[in-house]
């Protein structure tokens, strides 16, 4: 049980210090999660606090390889109706 943080990672140090377990560490080229730290934050919170505070959408995967802030999670528009309204704005 251990998530990971994926090359889209920019290094914004937002979830470094929100990490329970200390388990998210600087690394090039993108910041890394030690498995043997990671807990998930269980036991200490009801949702992963780094992906919970990630800006960027489907950086941080869970086990299953599965991204735990996946698109359309910071903006609450689902990708098909997100990718309906940009080409409608890109005809006019």
Known sequence: MALKIIESCVNCWACEPLCPSQAIYEAK???LIDAKKCTECDGDYSDAQCASICPIEGAILDSFGAPV??????TGIPPEKMAEAMAELQAH
């Open 29 to 31: 080229p993108h910041f």
């Open 69 to 74: 802030n996946p698109a359309g999670s910071l």
